[in-house]
């Protein structure tokens, strides 16, 4: 088995990180993984957030707990230290499957770097609200965007789960 393959079958949703903020080259390669992902007649509409700044990041994990109907002091983001939000233009017919991709280079990357990742969702719910758009603002991002997913970043506590058995019958060969 190749290391592409052998990393994608090992690749696991991680639900518990160590606070510790990897390292800043490493984020950049990740991303730079998700802005290569194929994407719908090559318009590259998607763009990331890269969250490292923790207030921000505790404030995202309170909205997104709260969209979620969670206690209060339950983090969705299970004490990832870097979120790194992907938006897609908000009138793109393929925008949900490029943001898709973009997601799911991202976690691949992670796991190659050793580090552990997780999608975490309602991405689209926070984006609607008026304040989630101003904060695309301040940061000088234009325009109107969806949330697509969180790809919550950082150190693995403890072990990488193992992968459940793959369902039977889901492949239908025609030949
Ligand atoms: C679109 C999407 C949304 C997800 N949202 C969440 C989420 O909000 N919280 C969470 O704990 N896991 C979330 N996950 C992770 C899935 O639960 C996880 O991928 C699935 O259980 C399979 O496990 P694996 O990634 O380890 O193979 C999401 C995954 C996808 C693809």
């Known amino acids: 088995m190749n290391e592409m393959i052998k990393g994608i079958k090992e690749r696991r949703s991680i639900r518990k990180f160590k606070p510790e903020m990897p390292e800043k080259k490493d984020l950049e390669q990740i991303i730079e993984a998700g802005l290569c992902a194929p994407n719908g007649k090559g318009k590259q509409s998607t763009i990331i957030v890269a969250v490292i700044n923790?207030?921000?990041?505790?404030?995202?994990?309170?909205?997104?707990?709260?969209?979620?109907?969670?206690?209060?002091?339950?983090?969705?983001?299970?004490?990832?230290?870097?979120?790194?939000?992907?938006?897609?233009?908000?009138?793109?017919?393929?925008?949900?499957?490029?943001?898709?991709?973009?997601?799911?280079?991202?976690?691949?990357?992670?796991?190659?770097?050793?580090?552990?990742?997780?999608?975490?969702?309602?991405?689209?719910?926070?984006?609607?609200?008026?304040?989630?758009?101003?904060?695309?603002?301040?940061?000088?991002?234009?325009g109107e965007w969806e949330g697509i997913g969180h790809c919550a970043i950082g150190f693995i506590e403890g072990e990488n789960p193992k992968a459940p058995e793959r369902k039977e019958n889901r492949v239908f060969w025609v030949e």
């Open 54 to 142: 923790k207030e921000l990041r505790d404030k995202i994990s309170k909205a997104n707990g709260k969209i979620g109907g969670w206690e209060e002091d339950f983090d969705p983001f299970y004490g990832a230290p870097a979120i790194l939000i992907v938006l897609a233009e908000k009138d793109w017919p393929t925008r949900v499957y490029d943001g898709s991709l973009v997601m799911g280079n991202m976690m691949l990357a992670s796991h190659s770097l050793g580090l552990g990742s997780i999608w975490i969702h309602r991405a689209k719910e926070e984006f609607e609200k008026e304040e989630y758009q101003e904060i695309l603002k301040s940061l000088g991002i234009e």
